[in-house]
């Protein structure tokens, strides 16, 4: 079992940045891809970036690109998400996941089901 602990969310104003963090206990000695998603209120959790186990690889959210930016530490088993130039939109729960892979994998999942844990969330509110 991996366990999944987030933070870094608040409240922030439009244009603001916010980092969020992910650290990982339990069994880190797996290799994992770790990702991002976020679900706002009345709507579906949809992911939002992910990175492959060597950091080599990340995707994003279409809609997201050049604004966020996913890294890792495994050293650390921590995974990060920097969030600028912020929009009310951007408002809602904050989940970190992580999918076992192969050793060595460069892929990074984008759906909900690929993942095996996740994290309770943290919220993002972002004022107008």
């Known amino acids: 079992q991996v366990q999944l602990v987030e933070s870094g969310g608040g409240v922030v104003q439009a244009g603001g940045s916010l980092r969020l963090s992910c650290a990982a206990s339990g069994r880190t000695d797996g290799t994992y891809a770790m990702g991002w998603f976020r679900q706002a209120p009345g709507k579906e959790r949809e992911f939002v970036a992910g990175?492959?186990?060597?950091?080599?690889?990340?995707h994003y959210a279409n809609s997201l690109k050049g604004r966020f930016t996913i890294s890792r530490d495994n050293s650390k088993n921590t995974v990060d998400l920097q969030m600028n130039s912020l929009k009310p939109e951007d408002t809602a729960v904050y989940y970190c996941a992580a999918d076992e892979i192969l050793y060595g994998s460069r892929y990074v999942p984008e759906q909900k089901y690929e993942y095996d844990y996740w994290g309770q969330g943290t919220q993002v509110t972002v004022s107008s």
């Open positions: 990175i492959s186990w060597s950091g080599g690889n990340t």
